[in-house]
């Protein structure tokens, strides 16, 4: 019995010992489970997920009592929630590795979004686009290099040193058919721009026809309907490249002259009419010595007539205004000499002295400065 008791006493202290592991590794994770929140979130509506643009759409109606407490706090919580279940929602997609990174392939968008510009147009497609759509003819894609059978090397398809480049040919044979006089080389140049200008030609098609314009014609460039004054263009044109620039060219019946074409300044012959020459001479040798300048009557004599006009409506303003001036002064009334339009007492051209009422005056009764009344005064 002596020798149990000590093992129940270790018994004993061995189970007190793990009940306060146990209780210290559930404080641990109390503690850490309050600093990192578990991945499983739980909310009454489910929220509409759209992975292929990162959103997530919360219906849930908010806690009023927990947004008044701390507004910051409660908002983040949500945010944090809703941002796990996106997460949650992305890790259940299929992944890859790209170069040490996991990788997602998101699924197309369920949300429509709106455009900050307008979804652009769909190119217009050329004629040989059209054509080769419905032959089912299929683009190929030809290689840079291309193999020299003179230099018996890989070389360039284009540009610098490229392969079979017919510029650098010293002799060209001459056809069976063809002329032996003609210039090989300058027919194959003639024929390398008539080849690029077509193709400038159906860029320009290709392009009016995708803005719904018209191509500039220039000369004899076809176009799809040409109108009358076209055709006259190119038809003068056609003549005056000859060598004499047309002056030899015969006219067709009926023709007439194309409009807005330009004209040809004409210029005095070298020698011709001496004359004519010898009165031009003359009349530009008086025309430098005569220091008066020519009169034009029709010019001083409207001038003239302009300077009358403006006198005559400035006399207008001035009897306008004095007859203004007049009607704003009050009435005057009669007697005590004051101004006035007549009267006596005041300066006048005729009067007569005479007694009565009224201030000292220069003059009697007449037109004057002064107001009707009798006065003491000498008349001029």
């Not at 949300?111 to 510009?117: G, I, N, Q, S």
Request: one cysteine or more; hydrophobic letters at 30%; proline letters at 5%.
């Amino acid at each position: 019995m002596v020798a149990l008791f000590p093992l129940k006493s270790v018994i004993i202290i061995i189970i007190i010992i793990m009940a306060t592991v146990e209780d210290v590794l559930e404080s641990v994770t109390q503690s850490q489970a309050s600093k990192y929140k578990t991945i499983e979130v739980q909310k009454d509506i489910e929220p509409q997920l759209d992975l292929g643009n990162l959103l997530t759409v919360d219906q849930n109606p908010l806690d009023l009592k927990k947004l008044r407490g701390d507004k910051e706090a409660y908002l983040k919580s949500q945010a944090r929630d809703n941002t796990q279940l996106l997460f949650n929602a992305i890790w259940k997609l299929p992944t890859e590795r790209v170069e040490e990174a996991i990788c997602v392939k998101l699924p197309e968008t369920t949300t429509v979004l709106p455009r900050e510009k307008p979804i652009p147009k769909a190119k217009l497609q050329t004629k040989w686009e059209q054509y080769a759509l419905l032959k089912g003819i299929q683009k190929r894609k030809k290689g840079r290099m291309v193999w020299d059978e003179e230099a018996k090397d890989w070389r360039p398809r284009w540009g610098y040193k490229r392969a079979n480049d017919e510029t650098k040919d010293w002799v060209i044979e001459v056809p069976g058919n063809a002329d032996p006089n003609e210039d090989q080389f300058e027919k194959r140049m003639k024929a390398k721009k008539e080849r690029v200008a077509k193709n400038e030609l159906q860029r320009l098609r290709n392009i009016a026809r995708g803005t719904k314009s018209k191509v500039p014609g220039v000369g004899l460039t076809p176009t799809e309907k040409p109108s009358k004054e076209e055709v006259g263009l190119a038809l003068h044109l056609a003549k005056k490249s000859t060598a004499s620039l047309g002056k030899f060219t015969e006219k067709l019946p009926k023709e007439k002259e194309a409009k807005h074409v330009g004209k040809k300044r004409k210029f005095e012959p070298a020698i011709g009419d001496f004359k004519k020459e010898k009165e031009q001479q003359l009349n530009i040798i008086n025309v430098m010595e005569n220091k008066k300048p020519k009169m034009d009557i029709t010019k001083a004599v409207n001038r003239v007539m302009t300077e009358v006009d403006q006198e005559a409506s400035s006399d207008d303003r001035r009897k306008r205004a004095g007859k203004v001036k007049n009607r704003r002064g009050p009435p005057r009334k009669k007697g005590s000499g004051g101004f006035g339009k007549k009267g006596s007492g005041g300066f006048g051209k005729k009067g007569k002295a005479g007694k009565g009422k009224g201030a000292k005056g220069m003059g009697g009764k007449g037109k004057g400065m002064g107001g009707k009344g009798k006065g003491k005064g000498k008349g001029r």
